[in-house]
Nanobody, 127 residues
Framework: QVQLVESGGGLVQPGESLRLSCAAS????????IGWFRQAPGKEREGVAC????????YYVDSVKGRFTISRDNAKNTVYLQMNSLKPEDTAVYYC????????????????????WGQGTQVTVSS
């Protein structure tokens, strides 16, 4: 059974950091396109950070460039999103996703067209 499970969300103050994890099971993430998306209340889902398939290009939405880093650990079959200098506007439910095709990171983040999705983890940034 293909599954993605996110963890690591929580409540933090502005300026603090969080690391989200996304553990995959039922398939091997290596060479998959992967991405982190978020959705705030009343807003559309947004692609935050994505890596293209077959170890392709990495894309970040402008609002997180220099603060967020997407990475994967193939040995653990896990994807991470390191989030630094968090802002209240980063508050959202964060989802990870994976796709077996080899599209670019920018394509994945802008289209949201990925095969497999996790259930999401809440990130709240508030003082």
């Amino acid at each position: 059974q293909v599954q993605l499970v996110e963890s690591g969300g929580g409540l933090v103050q502005p300026g603090e950091s969080l690391r989200l994890s996304c553990a995959a099971s039922g398939f091997t993430l290596d060479k998959y396109g992967i991405g982190w998306f978020r959705q705030a209340p009343g807003k559309e889902r947004e692609g935050v950070a994505c890596i293209g398939g077959s170890h392709g290009s990495t894309y970040y939405v402008d609002s997180v460039k220099g603060r967020f880093t997407i990475s994967r650990d193939n040995a653990k079959n896990t994807v991470y999103l390191q989030m630094n200098s968090l802002k209240p506007e980063d508050t959202a439910v964060y989802y990870c996703a994976a796709d077996h095709w080899a599209y670019s990171g920018q394509y994945y983040c802008k289209s949201g067209s990925l095969d497999h999705w996790g259930q999401g983890t809440q990130v709240t940034v508030s003082s």
